[in-house]
Nanobody
Framework: QVQLVESGGGLVQPGGSLRLSCAAS????????MGWYRQAPGNKREFVAI???????NYADSVKGRFTISRDNAKNTVYLQMNNLKPGDTAVYYC?????????WGQGTQVTVSS
């Protein structure tokens, strides 16, 4: 099973930026669809962004224009650049791998947006 390790979370003020990283333990990273999801306390886990093997992307309406998902296949890593962060973005952010071999999830990284 592919192991995923997220990093880059933390505390940031409203309007600030963070970049999350997710490193995958696989030599065939480039074929996978990779995504970011988040879960706030008391809420269900929700979709944030996805990037396919061909580089095409899709975003939740709530983050369009503020978040950017990207991937570096040479480093087996997917990123989530988050700009203009809002208190409503506070959540645990999870990386997900989809496709061949089924889904895998990372352990999550906490993002807190607060003044």
């Amino acid at each position: 099973q592919v192991q995923l390790v997220e990093s880059g979370g933390g505390l940031v003020q409203p309007g600030g930026s963070l970049r999350l990283s997710c490193a995958a333990s696989t030599r065939i990273f480039s074929i996978y669809t990779m995504g970011w999801y988040r879960q706030a306390p008391g809420n269900k886990r929700e979709f944030v962004a996805i990037i396919n093997s061909d580089g095409t992307t899709n975003y939740a309406d709530s983050v369009k224009g503020r978040f950017t998902i990207s991937r570096d296949n040479a480093k087996n890593t997917v990123y989530l650049q988050m700009n203009n962060l809002k208190p409503g973005d506070t959540a645990v952010y999870y990386c997900k791998k989809g496709g061949l071999g089924g889904d895998s999830w990372g352990q999550g990284t906490q993002v807190t947006v607060s003044s």
